[in-house]
């Protein structure tokens, strides 16, 4: 069973690295001029995000409701965050790599193609969708109910065994 203090750390380091993400996404463009470090942080983002999947899917592994075998139900609850952290983190990687292959030897001149500002703006987007499902559902992977048996959790169980 997962305890509070365990939680906490676990909260606070999933929070940090969406931060971290952010604040690489609010400011990275302050850093055009100086590929390698722009490199670097873009390289650190997209394994943070990695890391942030990882976790979530350790929380979820962790659960008294898949180790009960209901995995079904925790798919369905956390599907769109499962989808929208894959999706950022292949739009992120993809605009990465196409920002520093345009920039790379040109860094001092303002490259945006179309095809690159529509991706900004997709993965802008899916940032924001991503920051929201992530943080609401990193607080409710804190719940008890999750880590020990229940009534909901005993229904639950009674209609995936009755399909």
């Given at each position: 069973m997962l305890e509070t203090s365990n939680y906490s750390l676990v909260l606070l380091i999933q929070l940090t690295l969406l931060t971290f993400d952010l604040f690489v996404n609010s400011f990275s463009e302050l850093l055009r001029t100086s590929p390698?470090?722009?490199?670097?942080?873009?390289?650190?983002?997209?394994?943070?995000?990695?890391?942030?999947?990882?976790?979530?899917?350790?929380?979820?592994?962790?659960?008294?409701?898949?180790?009960v075998g209901l995995m079904s139900l925790l798919l369905e609850r956390f599907r769109v965050l499962i989808m929208l952290s894959v999706f950022y983190l292949f739009s992120s990687v993809s605009l990465h790599s196409w920002m520093m292959n345009l920039r790379w030897m040109r860094a001092d001149h303002y490259v945006w193609?179309?095809?690159?500002?529509?991706?900004?703006?997709?993965?802008?987007?899916?940032?924001?969708?991503?920051?929201?499902?992530?943080?609401?559902?990193?607080?409710?992977?804190?719940?008890?109910?999750?880590?020990?048996?229940?009534?909901?959790?005993?229904?639950?169980?009674?209609?995936?065994?009755?399909?």
């Open positions: 390698v470090i722009q490199l670097v942080l873009f390289i650190v983002q997209d394994i943070s995000l990695l890391f942030n999947l990882f976790i979530f899917l350790l929380m979820l592994f962790n659960t008294y409701v898949f180790q193609t179309d095809g690159l500002l529509f991706l900004y703006g997709l993965q802008r987007t899916a940032a924001v969708l991503y920051y929201y499902y992530y943080k609401r559902t990193a607080e409710y992977l804190g719940d008890p109910r999750l880590y020990k048996d229940s009534p909901w959790l005993r229904e639950a169980f009674a209609r995936a065994r009755q399909l």
